[in-house]
């Protein structure tokens, strides 16, 4: 049986131009970029040429690029690298309500030693303006915002919070693991200081991302040893990864308008479609600031993860949530953030579409649903 793979939020197939972009620096060009010998150097500025490439294409040719082992990574690095760098004697961090655990779980970390506060979203889990601007004060360090959200597909407005953040003097961090993969996203103009991405969301490799950040922030390193990545990540760099995320990246900004089209349409189509042949389904998240591939439901009377079962049996891959919940019946945090009750929020789950997916997939999956929803609620 064909499967039905609409889970592209949780990670995408490595596009095969990618795999063909890292043979070469596997088998021929596989020098150390800290070398000085020719192989080295070889390495060194196919190396300088993917951070080159990935920063303007990122909109981001006066900033500095981190290479990291993924989004999570970056995640840790410019929240702990902030915190512990100490160049300022400021002990508050401020974070939406919705951040990815990455975030979340990294700043919890802290509690001891700062004050770690949550700001607050409204119902399609856009953050609070109004709130952030009271929130800050002089003892506020970082605030970090999640750019599109993994779970619920909203887009915040980035721009406008990182201007409140830069006139209030405080570090602005963003995790857009999800909108770099889907937006065109413009570092230099959004007022940003720090922000986080991973490849496998865009068809790159897993276990390769980066952290943009503005030219002289000093982070301290996660990961002490040489003087890889300006002294911020020591290690030999990971070069195969780094330029298939490259070759990624540069994919998904020459074919950007066309699949932005198409996503937006399947996306829609599965919105439309559920919200019409399921009664007692609510669609979570913003209704037009959403990612252009991500549809998200809460839906009466079912569990999320007997769906995921129930459409896996199916041939169809979806997910409950976000991929970090495996095995956890509790309600999302983010849905209960966003005032949504707790027995709706129970029957959760996120249909996210790629490139290639076809309408077939997304109409054959609507019938599919339906009918598993009808089973469920019977056996209830
Ligand atoms: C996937 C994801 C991450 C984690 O990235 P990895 O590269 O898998 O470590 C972090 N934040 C968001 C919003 C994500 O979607």
Known sequence: MDRVYLDYAATTPV??????????YFENNYGNPSSIHYLGQSAEQALSLARQRILLLSGAANAELIFTSGGTESDNLAIRGIVESKNENKHKILLSPVEHPAVSNTCERFKDRFIVNKLRVDKYGLLDIEYLKKSIDYDTLLVSVIWGNNEIGTINDIKQIGKICREKNVIFHT??????????INFGESNIDMLSF??????????????IKLKGLKLSSQITG????NNTRAGTSNVPLIKGMEKAYELLHE????????????????????LKNISGSYLTGHPDKRLPNHASF?????????????MDMAGFSISSGSACKVGNPSPSQVLLAMGIPEDLAIGA????????TTETEVNSFLTELSKLVKTLRKSM
């Open 175 to 184: 995790d857009a693991v999800q909108a770099a993969a889907h937006l065109d």
């Open 298 to 310: 809460v839906i009466e009377g079912v569990r999320g993860q007997d769906l995921v079962i129930g």
């Open 255 to 274: 074919e950007f308008d066309k699949n932005d089209n198409h996503k937006k349409h399947l996306r829609d189509t599965l919105i439309e479609g559920v």
């Open 349 to 356: 789950i996120r249909v996210t579409v790629g490139k290639n």
């Open 226 to 229: 040489g003087s890889q990545e």
């Open 15 to 24: 596009d095969h131009q990618v795999v063909l972009s890292m043979i070469p």
């Open 198 to 211: 991973g490849a496998h969301k865009f068809y790159g490799p897993k276990g390769v991302g980066g952290l």
